[in-house]
């Protein structure tokens, strides 16, 4: 048999299982122009529409005129806020629970906010037709600061109080002034603060991680075709959350779900950006249901930038305790968390303030108190984690930031510092102060590795000596090294605790093999270029012997996908991944039973080697999973259905803890405030690895982004609310010329509780990143008296720092 001259590496090789650096499926259409976009659809008789947005933050709006836009050749029909009332559909509900206009209600919010919605033949008839629409606005006092914003008379949210203009309690519990959303607790308040009042050392330092926002390349949109015939509503649009989205349009239009189909096509990028229900959605639904046509809604760049889903905007203030000699010993930090006109963070139900908890980061910190205040003003709603696991990042920041600032009391070597206070290996799993339970880790292995790996001890003396220099005249040049360690918390969730608009956040996938041995893999995520197709038959293979190249995965249709969650927050590996992994495990046990029967034994008398069943002891009689999927399809087995096909849903008992340990090398020209990153560092411990090459990928692209927001990105306003930052001209989008050669490393710690031991990936590199490129900025300057510096750390804001300094003579 041919078979028998295969070695077993060879048919392991064959599957293209985990492990394996298996190249995407999915380039070869990417690489030819194939890929298939929301805006690449084009369908019979398809209108198009946009928005007549606001000019200004904070207007009233006293009159709409749309005759003259009514008379614009090519343009059908303006939709305005009266338009949509008699439906119940100028307000929707947003993921935080809180509500947004769809389109502008007797006033707006914010710079950019839909004003109403014109449907033409083609996009530039819709342009016209927004020309020609008449707004007359009456200015308002504009709150852009969010501690004004709590000290102001100004309520911007009249739905949010009652006739005595006081603030009724919100989604989250009581608010303390009409401007303010919620407050969200967690920790010890009195213990931590008795612990930091009485310690040895404290270090206090506020620091505000700047609004900023995803960008994909791809920007947000959609196409509705409502088919009055059948009563079917089709819905190809941008989403990161098909079936969330489905679920929201069935209840907000009335429609009934099964009358719903929501397609992600192939997706530029989301990065969080797409998790939300945007204005453009509700309006183009209404616009083809109004018209019997398919509506397409495409945002541009500026209205991408302007209006959808920001990140960020936190002002973060710490104190942090330690003895004389480095070992923590209590963290408090408090937020002021801008959310913008409507509160749309998009976070699981119980986390108003994201997974912001997780602030005490890789460090046994004993007790801990945070603190965040969500309040309105008047920029965009959003609070998507951008490339994050929901708040994450900002978490990251703040811990990594206050640990160098803890270094610089302590006199101490941030290196060291961390060292000492790592969470060790023999305590996994670790209950952290705000109330995680880290699966597993192995801190101090990792950052042994990795100091080593750039000689840490090396550059600290090179960095001295260029001090020297520098001192003495020799040198305009400083060096910077920085350092970050952090933990990621991926995989929401455990639906006993994570649920968005009360859908529990769990995960599937659904397989069917086909009767010549290849197979189908439906799942309820959405790859928007992560390589699921390539990743997920991987892990396939491994499980049921199939190779991945004989497995096609589908996402993304509402009609065909069981139900989930989608992806975003690193979660489709841990959760969908491990529903997979679960599926296939089904699909296997139902395979020991048909292959039991063909060689004649017992279910216990086989075992699963790579592709196949052998009768335990006797590896020369075995049926291949080729052979055991035929056999399902035409044999009758008793006791046994014919056809070989599994579901799962899976509910992770816990999310999953990634880490890693960066060091960034930098040098700073202090005359220009031009950085050059000399090298950079990146250790990842994902637990079990797919596909190596892929994860590679995943960490250049989340170093990137990193290296964007600490270096550059943002979305910054006047004090009029005018947004400065609305092209790509003035919002920084890193090339191949800022982007440094990356040196990736890793270790594997698996995670207990996965099926396969696998940990999101995705995500870490940006929450990783971030800090570790500030951290190279700020320890440059650390010992000409630097203690902190907001980011982002453009050429002239690290210019104003050297200036500040005094570094310029
Ligand atoms: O949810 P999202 O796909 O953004 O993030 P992820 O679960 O971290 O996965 C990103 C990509 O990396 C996927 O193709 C994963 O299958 C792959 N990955 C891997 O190969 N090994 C891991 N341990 C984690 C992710």
Redesign the pocket.
């Known amino acids: 048999m041919k078979d028998e001259v295969i070695t077993r590496e060879e048919r392991v090789a064959n599957l293209k299982g985990m492990g394996c650096s298996r190249k995407r499926v999915e380039d070869a259409r990417f690489t030819q122009g194939k890929g298939n976009y929301v805006d690449d659809i084009k369908l019979d008789g398809m209108l198009f529409g946009d928005f007549v947005r606001s000019p200004y933050a904070h207007a009233k709006i006293t009159n709409i005129d749309t005759a003259a836009a009514l008379e614009v050749p090519g343009v059908l029909a303006v939709l305005t806020a009266k338009d949509l009332e008699p439906l119940g559909l100028h307000w929707m509900p947003t993921l935080a629970g809180d509500k947004q206009m769809v389109l502008a209600d007797g006033k707006v919010l914010f710079q950019g906010q839909e004003v109403a919605f014109v449907v033409a033949e083609d996009r530039y008839a819709a342009a016209d037709g927004i020309e020609a629409v008449e707004v007359e606005y009456e200015e308002l006092e504009v709150l852009i600061d969010p501690f004004k914003s709590m000290q102001s008379d100004v309520v911007l949210r009249e739905d949010t109080v009652d006739e005595n203009g006081k603030p009724m309690d919100g989604a989250h519990g009581p608010r303390t002034h009409h401007n303010h959303i919620f407050t969200w607790e967690a920790g010890d308040k009195d213990p931590t603060f008795e612990v930091i009042d009485s310690a040895e050392v404290v270090a206090e330092e506020t620091m505000y991680y700047h609004r900023t926002h995803p960008c994909p390349l791809e920007t947000c949109g959609c196409v509705a075709s409502m088919d009055k015939v059948n009563g079917k509503l089709t819905l190809w649009g941008t989403f990161q959350a098909p079936h969330a989205i489905r679920t929201v349009v069935s209840l907000i239009s009335g429609i009934e779900e099964h009358n719903i189909r929501v397609i992600s096509p192939d997706i530029g990028g989301g990065f969080g950006n797409k998790v939300g229900a945007y204005p453009g959605y509700v309006c183009s639904v209404v616009a083809s249901i109004v018209t019997g046509k398919p509506v397409k809604w495409i945002e541009d760049r500026m209205d991408n930038l302007m209006t959808t889903a920001f990140a960020r905007d936190y002002w973060m203030k710490g104190r942090i305790s330690a003895t004389k000699d480095g070992k923590i010993t209590g963290l408090h930090c408090h937020v002021t968390a801008d959310h913008g006109g409507f509160d749309a963070c998009a976070d699981p139900t119980k986390f108003p303030a994201g997974f912001m908890n997780i602030c005490t980061g890789s460090y046994d910190i004993p007790t801990a108190y945070l603190e965040v205040d969500g309040v309105y003003t008047n920029k965009a709603p959003g609070g998507v984690s951008y490339r994050c696991s929901f708040r994450v990042t900002e978490a990251v920041y703040f811990i990594e930031r206050m640990i160098e600032v803890l270094a610089i009391e302590l006199n101490m070597d941030a290196a060291e510092l961390r060292r000492i206070n790592f969470i060790k290996k023999e305590q996994f799993p670790y209950t952290a102060a705000l109330g995680w339970e880290y699966d597993s880790g192995d801190y101090h292995t990792a950052w042994d590795k990795a100091l080593k790996a750039v000689d840490y001890e090396g550059l600290r003396a090179e960095q001295a000596q260029r001090i020297e220099d520098f001192k003495a005249g020799k040198t305009r040049s400083l060096m910077g090294i920085g350092l970050s360690f952090f933990t990621e918390i991926?995989g929401a969730g455990p639906v006993k605790n994570c649920d968005i608009l009360g859908l529990g956040m769990f995960d599937s996938c659904e397989i069917r093999i086909h009767p010549t041995g290849s197979a189908i893999a439906r799942l309820g995520?959405i790859?928007q270029g992560?390589?699921?197709a390539?990743?997920?038959a991987q892990i396939l293979a491994s499980e049921i012997g199939l190779p991945a190249d004989s497995i096609t995965i589908e996402e993304g249709d509402t009609d065909t996908a069981p139900y989930g969650l989608g992806?975003?927050?690193?979660?489709?590996?841990?959760v969908a991944?491990a529903a997979t992994a679960m599926a296939g495990r089904k699909i296997r046990a139902k395979a020991q039973m048909i292959a039991a029967y063909l060689l004649e034994v017992h279910d216990d008398d086989v075992e699963f080697d790579v592709d196949r069943f052998v009768v335990k002891g006797a590896p020369e009689r075995f049926k291949t999973m080729k052979e055991i999927a035929f056999a399902a399809y035409n044999q009758a087995i008793p006791g046994i259905e014919p056809g070989l096909e599994a579901v799962s849903y899976y509910d992770p008992p816990n999310m999953t803890y990634p880490f890693g340990a960066y060091v960034c090398v930098m040098d700073i020209d202090v005359d220009t405030g031009v950085t050059d990153i000399r090298r950079f560092y990146a250790l990842d411990d994902?637990?079990?690895?797919?596909?190596p090459m892929?994860?590679e990928g995943?960490v250049h692209g989340g170093l990137t982004e990193a290296l964007a927001v600490a270096l550059g990105q943002e979305i910054a306003y006047d004090e009029m609310g005018n947004v400065k930052t609305g092209t790509l001209m003035d919002f920084f989008l890193p090339t191949a010329w800022e982007v440094p050669n990356y040196e990736t490393d890793h270790t594997v710690t698996p995670s207990p509780h996965h099926p396969i031991g696998?940990?999101?990936?995705?995500?870490s590199p940006h929450v990783g990143g971030v800090p570790c490129f500030s951290n190279a900025v700020q320890d440059a300057f650390r010992a000409f008296g630097l203690r902190h510096t907001n980011m982002p750390h453009d050429h002239w804001r690290i210019w104003k720092t050297a200036n500040e300094l005094g570094l310029h003579g």
Do not use: D, L, M, W
């Open positions: 991926v995520t790859s992560q390589g699921h390539t990743t997920f992806t975003y927050g690193s979660r489709s590996t841990p991944g994902c637990g079990t690895r797919i596909n892929v994860i995943q696998a940990k999101g990936v995705g995500e």
